[in-house]
């Protein structure tokens, strides 16, 4: 099974909630707290940075679509509820 590892930003305790593009995740069977990170129990994608030929397409309005999951944390902190938003995370390794 395919997971990802987040760095919890500074702050974020649980409990939490974690939204994957705009999605909320169930506590019991989609993620977990591992001591200082998040761990989703499939595989997200973060878009690399644009190519030439990607930008100069863009230029014109032609767009290009990749996959780019946003991850948003939903906590709270001195008796407030907050929010993280598009959480910073890399890629796991392809395995084949």
Do not use: C
Request: overall charge negative.
């Amino acid at each position: 099974m395919s997971e990802t590892r987040i760095p919890l930003p500074n702050g974020v305790r649980p409990p939490i909630g974690v939204y994957v593009n705009g999605v909320e995740l169930d506590p019991e069977k989609d993620f977990r707290v591992d001591l200082d990170e998040l761990v989703v129990n499939k595989a997200l994608v973060k878009e690399g940075n644009l190519g030439f030929w990607r930008w100069f397409w863009g230029a014109f309005g032609i767009g290009t679509y990749r996959k780019n999951d946003l991850v948003d944390i939903r906590y709270e902190a001195d008796g407030r509820a907050k929010v993280a938003h598009d959480v910073p995370f890399s890629t796991p390794p392809q395995t084949d």
